[in-house]
């Protein structure tokens, strides 16, 4: 049975910390719903009803427009040991991007990671768990580094390029709030 919590308890961010990988979730008011896996060591909790992740240059920027859109954001992590359990957080998101105040003030929490983009954040609302035990037991081998050698071969004048071209509109033409 799922248990609702208001914020964040030591136990919760415990869990959190134990999971290399997460999910994130975001829709615009209409349009497509986005969920994207995330990895790397790229999460943060700030405090009981505060979170941050690092996003790096991908594919698109779905969470960023839909954040501008509508600004609901839902984060999800889950044991794939042998102690089942899923951890939802439910918030409002915003976001800050490089040379802001806010993002030079937090970029020192995260490692450094070539086509850092943005850091997303999230004012907890809610925070579910539950049994997960539909999910299946699996081993974590290692993080990939095809994103960083990706983005190193780019170079920052080709990232910001290749935001330009496709981190600029989501799927559905929402602005980003990259480069507009």
Same mark, same amino acid.
């Given at each position: ?19 290399? %990988?997460?999910? %994130? ?6 349009? !497509? ?35 501008? &859109? ?14 089942? !359990? ?40 809610? %925070? ?6 539909? %999910? ?24 910001? &390029? ?19």
């Amino acid at each position: 049975m799922a248990e609702f919590f208001e914020e964040l308890s030591d136990k919760h961010r415990e869990f959190i910390a134990a999971q290399p %990988v997460f999910f %994130v979730a975001t829709a615009p008011g209409k349009g !497509r719903i986005n969920l994207s896996p995330k990895g790397l060591d790229s999460l943060r909790v700030l405090n009981a009803k505060r979170v941050a992740y690092l996003d790096i240059t991908g594919s698109g920027n779905e969470t960023a427009a839909h954040i501008l &859109d509508d600004g609901r954001i839902t984060f999800m992590f889950m044991s794939f040991s042998r102690n089942a !359990r899923i951890l939802r957080i439910y918030g409002r998101g915003s976001f800050a991007r490089p040379g802001s105040d806010e993002y030079e003030n937090h970029i020192g929490l995260f490692p450094v990671y070539p086509g850092a983009r943005q850091i997303i954040f999230a004012d907890v609302e809610s %925070v579910s768990t539950s049994c997960g035990y539909g %999910v299946p037991e699996m081993e974590f081998l290692r993080p990939r580094a095809a994103m960083s050698k990706w983005a190193e071969a780019k170079g920052a004048d080709g990232i910001r &390029d290749y935001q330009e071209k496709e981190n600029s509109k989501s799927i559905d033409g929402l602005p980003t709030g990259l480069y507009d």
